[in-house]
């Protein structure tokens, strides 16, 4: 590795968020985490968002020289109570139903762990999200068509096939990873860091 740069390892299979931060040329490496969510309906959904987060980030399966890894998770969340991903069509279905042509919250959870300081940085956002109102066959066309399964709430805001009607927040929240945000706490990353300034600022220069 150059030594002007360092790297992020993403505790996360999530192809969205891989392509999230490409686009913003943030350095990384996917790595596995042994995590398992645990809902919980008393919390509030930015605070269970940012703990699944800090515990993906923890629970990571690393190599030894691996220190600076980032966690996410995203919450649909929805009269008061959380939306998962669908384990079935028929779930998926029903998830869509209860959303179209209503208002929902979108919230995302980040954790940037430090391995070597053990110094843990959070954050979270929110955007709200207005859907369409849909009829059943548009429904029916729209599950098969963005293959549901590993998406919270059902749906993609990134679809060619456009279920939302207006946000008001991050479009990147939605789609699983704030680029705001993320921004935000890799500066501060840089003042908490003890990695060489000229390093650091390298590649913060490049991020979009």
């Known amino acids: ?80 109570r959380g939306l998962g991903k669908p384990r079935s069509r028929a779930e998926a279905l029903r998830m869509l139903r209860g959303l179209a042509g209503k208002k929902h919250a979108v919230y995302t ?19 709200v999200v207005w859907m369409k109102p849909v009829g059943e066959a548009w429904l029916q066309k729209y599950v098969d068509t963005i293959h549901p399964f590993d998406k919270a709430g059902a749906y993609a805001i990134q679809a060619r096939l456009k279920i939302v009607r207006k ?20 500066k501060e990353l840089e003042k908490k860091s003890d990695v060489p300034r000229d390093r650091m600022q390298g590649t913060l220069r490049a991020v979009k």
Request: aromatic share 8%; hydrophobic share 40%.
């Open 167 to 186: 946000i008001r927040g991050s479009h990147s929240n939605v789609v699983g990873l704030p680029k705001e945000l993320l921004r935000k706490m890799l």
């Open 109 to 127: 959870g980040l954790a940037i762990w430090d391995r070597k300081t053990e110094c843990v940085l959070t954050g979270c956002s929110k955007t």
């Open 1 to 80: 590795m150059p030594r002007h740069r360092w790297i992020i390892y993403l505790a996360s299979r999530s192809f969205r968020r891989q392509e999230l931060l490409q686009d913003m040329k943030v350095p990384f490496k996917i790595v596995s985490s042994d995590y398992r969510e645990r809902w919980c309906r008393k919390t509030a959904p930015e605070v269970l968002c940012v703990r699944h987060a800090v515990g993906k980030a923890r629970k990571a399966v690393l190599s030894r020289n691996a220190r600076f890894v980032l966690g996410g998770d995203t919450i649909v969340w929805h009269q008061g």
